[in-house]
Each structure stands twice: as C-alpha cells, then as structure tokens.
C-alpha cells in the first residue's frame, strides 16, 4: 500500500507521508476534487505540509490523483493531531486571472483554439491541452475572471454530454475535454456489493420553461428571442404536459452571444425538466479488495444499478465518489448516481448566485446622443451628415431623423480675386447651311407735297490762287481751281464715257456768279420687292482675350433667398420613401448592415438632403444606444 507524497511547489519530492491517517478523497465529475488526510501532531512532517504544497494520494497501489494542500487544522481531544484539506491541482488556475475584458472565438475559431487561449494565460505553464472532442465555433466573453472559471465555462453552452479529464503523472499537466462514454463499466447489485441505497426526489427545483437573458440591462439586455424563432425562452413540452408550466429566468450578464445563451439555457432545461432523482449507493469496492475491475467506480462512468426485491434496474452515470478513509476502511466506498450529469444543487445554486458575476462584469449603459448639422443645399448639392458607430455600441434602439426647412442664406456679395485670362487655342467657324429671304409683300411710296428752292445770296470765289503770269485780265479774282498749266484733263461724254483729253490752262481772273436750284414737285415709289441672302459663312480667326487683374469689393451681410418645401432624403445612398412629415423620421431600417443583419459597427453612416431648390437645412439625428464599459483609458 502506498503512502501520501508530499512535493513542493516545484514538484521536488520532500518526503513520504508515513504516519498518515484517515486518507479520504471525492471524486465529482466536472468538478474540482478534494481530499484529506491526517497526521499526528508531532510528526517531523508537518513540516513539509504547507500551503500550496502538492501530495499525491493513492487507495491502496492505486494513484488516485495530485492534490495541494489549501487547509490545517489542529486538534487536541484524545491525542493531538494536524488535519489537512486538499483540492486538486487543476485549483492552480485558480491562481491565475482573465483581467478585464477578453473577447475570443467565433468565426473559425475552434473550441481546442478558445481553450488554448485560455491556457495561455498562465502566470506558470502548469496545463497544456490534450484531447479536445468538440469543434464548435461560439464566440466567447470573459471580464475579471479566473482561468478556471473561464476554462469549465467553455462547454457550458453545449447541446450534448461532456467531461473534463486530467493527467497528472507528468508536468506540465495535460487537461482534455471529452464526449463520455456510454460503455457500462461497473455495477452495483444489492447482496453483492452493495451495502445500503438512499434513493431522492426532489421536484423542488422542476423548470421546463426558461427565460434567458444574458449581457446588458434593462430593454437592452440580450434575450436569445433572435435566434429561437422570436421566442426569449427554452421549453420543454413534454414536461410542461406532466408536471405543468413551472417557469424560470435564468441570468447570466458572462452570455454576449444570443447562440451561446441559448446553447446553455438549453443545458440547464435538460437538467431541471424533471425531478431530481439520485441513488446515494453504499458499496463494497470489490476492486479494492479482490481486483474485480468491473467493480471500480469513477465519475462519469456509466453503472448499473440492480436491486431486484424492489424492482431497481438502473443504467445510469455515476456523479460523484466518495471514500472517508481509503487505508482504514478501503472495502467502503459511497457512489452517487442521478439522472442527469451535473448535481442540482449544482444548478440552482447558479440560478441563483448570477449576482455574484454581476458584480465583476461590466454591464453598460444606455447613452442618448443628439447630432446637429446645419448647411446650404440644393437638388445637387446636398447637407451631409456623417455618423461613425464604434463596436461599442452592443446595441442600437432608436435613430430619428429631425430636418427643417430655412431660407437660403449668403454673408457677401462679391469676393475678392485676381486677374486671369482666356486663350483660344485655334479659330472657329460658324456655316450656315443654306441661305434665306425677305420678302415684302407689296411695294410703296412716298410723296413731296410740294418742291423746294436752295438760293446762294454770293458769288462763290476760290482761295486758290496762281501766279500773276496767269491772270485772267482785269476785274476778275486770280485763281486757278487748284490746277495746274498742263494738268492733263479728261473729256467724256453725257454716258460717262471717256472720249479725249486737254491739257488745263488757267482762264484768268473770273467769278461765279450768285445762282439759285429749285427742286418741283415730285414723288418716290418703291415697287414690290424682295432681298434675299445667299448661303455663307462666318469664319472667328484664333484669337485671345485677356482680363487684366483686378479685384471686387466684398460687401458682407446677410443675405437670405430661396425657402424649399421638400427634400429627397438618402440614407447610406439608399433613397427613403418620401414622408409625409420631416419630424422623427425612423431611419433605422435604412442604415447599411452587415452579414448578420446588424447595423454595421466601426462604420460610417452618411445621410443626405437634397431640397427642392435652394434652402438652408437645419437637421438632428436623436440616437439611443447601449454601450458597453470596456476599452479605452483614464485620462
């Protein structure tokens, strides 16, 4: 028979726990394991047995698993003695922390990868993961937890048996998650092995309708209503039928994720659809004493459970066992059965201690933001408003969309600026494809009533004068006409036409006597015409025009216009219905969302106005939102 081993916290063995006494342990499935021991009080060893220390308990040759001492106490009645509480080494994640906000999984994400991540955390590289038999891809939360918390709680959501196993022979340690086995590996038979059988039922804790509800508070707290079909709660008929509608609600702020709420909303129906029933077996370990292997028990192990005088023939899974002294009494062993894996103690106990996880993690807010814009638009140029939506926001309730309609409004008159100037690079040409005509529709005339006389009251005498050589005789004035001796001259005739010439030889002194014209009666006819323009082209040659530099005087003020009476409204570039008024518009349903449905996070939303005509807008989007309470600093 082996005896405890005690190690230090660097697995050195110190020594071997001879005197020990009263070596008990209780095995649970998907629980942390205890153990005791008891040495006498002036033992040498009691030395070694200090907190956190490691011993290695064994039922006979049997190893049963490492353990670390986490308790002392000291008794003086009838012999003084040191009695020593152990938990499981799998207690060390204990001992390490998720701090804060951590957000892993989803995606391709496997389970064996979320349960790695996990492990990763640790202060000392204790575990590592073995086997892993479930490839599920839920996304996972974790704040202010401890790694073993947020190890057991992976699973939890899952819609089938599991079991956590552990080796321990070698370091680091390896930690595998499991499908159990339906083999049947032991039985226990009344007038065979078994000693004694408390059988209870207990229909205290009966729910076959639960309400879950996960992160959040308020309207904003996550129900699973989205992804079962509208409905925020799990049942189960059959029960409902039996036992009637016993209702709970069951809340756990850890769930983020609406599948993963309801993945354990449904686990825990499965346990709590029906009365606790469980078998407390005192038995005969047989394994211990003959080596039998059909008679030894471990958690999660099916058994069969035969006591035929009352009719008993049970196939079920064994939750816990217990042995108060595995060297004292090795033949005694308590095996408890149930009819489901998890104890319901267990359960309710979670059902009501959700406020102990509520204190550690953060639960949000609901926040009301209010976005105004002002701007000039028209029907082509539009007020914009742009809308950044960070992945905090967990979820958005309302978006209304206020707008108003202003004058259009101005503050100058002109602006300032400089000279410029327009270059044509080439000439241009303008052709007319044909020519064209007016035409009067008849002739016309106009008439003198009477004539009229224009009378010279002098003689008309030249300023141009000759030399006396060329004067004319006496009594005239001397001049020539502006002509020269010898100018030639031409001759025509009364058609104009040219019949000679004469050389100009001055006439000598002369006068132009005084004369009179007198213009008779007389009229002007125009017939019936028309004037036509022919076919032509106009031809601008290449040219350039220049405008020197200069300025504008600007003349500020303010300076209203147009008012607009409607407005097309764009969401994300989707154009909305036209409303019938522009108070509160829902704009929700309108915003661009992504694969899941929900409006897209760490996005920007853009909504635009364009007016019938030229106006000032006046706008405001109301938004309510949850957010959550992580990220960011202190400052």
Request: aromatic fraction near 8%; charged fraction near 20%.
């Amino acid at each position: 028979m082996k005896v405890p081993q005690i190690f230090d916290r660097n697995m050195k063995r110190l020594a071997f726990l001879d005197n020990a006494v009263s070596v008990g342990y209780s095995l649970e499935i998907n629980s942390l394991w205890t153990a005791t021991f008891t040495l006498p009080a002036d033992d040498d060893k009691n030395a070694y047995c200090q907190p956190l220390n490691f011993v290695e308990i064994f039922d006979g040759d049997e190893r049963i698993d490492l353990f670390r001492i986490i308790g002392e106490d000291l008794e003086r009645s009838n012999g003084a003695a040191r009695f020593y509480d152990c938990e499981h080494v799998l207690a060390t994640l204990l001992s390490d922390v998720l701090f804060q906000y951590h957000q892993y999984g989803g995606g391709g994400i496997k389970t064996a990868d979320v349960l790695n991540y996990v492990l990763a955390r640790q202060t000392t590289r204790n575990w590592v993961l073995g086997d892993c038999d479930f490839k599920r891809y839920f996304e996972y939360n974790w704040e202010n937890s401890t790694l073993l918390a947020a190890l057991f709680a992976v699973p939890e959501c899952f819609d089938s048996e599991y079991m956590w196993t552990w080796d321990t022979t070698v370091y680091p340690w390896t930690i595998s998650l499991v499908a159990p086995s339906d083999t049947m590996k032991s039985e226990v038979r009344y007038a065979k092995n078994m000693t004694s059988m408390k059988k209870t039922v207990d229909a205290s804790g009966i729910a076959n309708r639960i309400y879950a509800l996960g992160y959040g508070e308020g309207v904003n707290q996550l129900t699973i209503a989205g992804v079962n079909g509208g409905k925020p709660y799990v049942e189960d008929a059959m029960s409902i039928q039996q036992y009637g509608l016993c209702s709970t609600i069951l809340v756990d702020s850890r769930y983020e994720v609406a599948e993963n709420l309801k993945g354990y909303a449904e686990q825990m129906l499965a346990e709590l659809k029906n009365p606790y029933v469980s078998y407390e077996i005192g038995a005969i370990d047989l394994h211990r004493l003959t080596g039998d292997t059909f008679s030894k028990f471990r958690p999660g192990e099916i058994v069969r459970v035969v006591d035929e005088a009352d009719g008993i023939n049970l196939r079920t899974r064994i939750v816990s066992v217990e042995k108060s002294d595995a060297q004292g009494d090795p033949g005694s062993v308590t095996v408890t059965i149930a009819n489901k894996s998890k104890d319901i103690a267990g359960s309710i106990s979670e059902l009501q201690n959700r406020a102990l996880i509520n204190e550690t993690y953060a639960q949000g807010a609901t926040n009301q933001q209010i976005y105004n814009f002002t701007d000039n638009a028209d029907a082509t140029h539009p007020a914009t408003l742009k809308l950044y939506i960070s992945d905090s926001v967990v979820r958005i309730n309302k978006m209304l969309l206020n707008i108003q309609f202003e004058a259009f409004r101005a503050y100058e008159k002109a602006i300032g600026g400089g000279g410029g100037q327009t270059t044509s690079s080439g000439g241009g040409q303008t052709t007319s494809s044909g020519g064209g005509s007016t035409t009067s529709s008849g002739g016309g005339s106009t008439t003198s009533s009477g004539g009229g006389t224009t009378s010279s009251s002098t003689s008309l005498r030249s300023s141009n004068t000759i030399n006396s050589s060329d004067n004319g005789g006496s009594g005239g004035e001397n001049h020539n006409h502006g002509l020269a001796r010898g100018d030639r001259l031409a001759l025509i005739d009364y058609n104009n036409n040219i019949i000679g010439g004469v050389n100009f030889v001055p006439s000598g002194a002369h006068t132009h006597p005084g004369h009179t014209h007198t213009v008779g009666s007389h009229t002007h006819s125009v017939s019936a015409h028309t004037h036509r323009v022919s076919a032509h082209t106009h031809t601008v040659k290449a040219h350039t025009h220049t405008v020197q530099d200069h300025t504008h005087k600007i003349e500020f003020g303010i300076y209203e216009g147009a008012r607009a009476s409607s407005a097309t409204i764009k969401v994300d570039g989707v154009e909305i219905p036209a409303p019938a008024s522009y108070d509160n518009l829902d704009i929700v349903e309108y915003l661009k969302t992504d694969g899941s449905g929900k409006i897209q996070r760490n996005a920007w939303h853009t909504i635009q106005i364009l007016p019938n005509s030229m106006s000032r807008i006046v706008g405001a989007v109301f938004m309510q939102t949850f957010c959550n309470s992580r990220g960011g600093g202190d400052y």
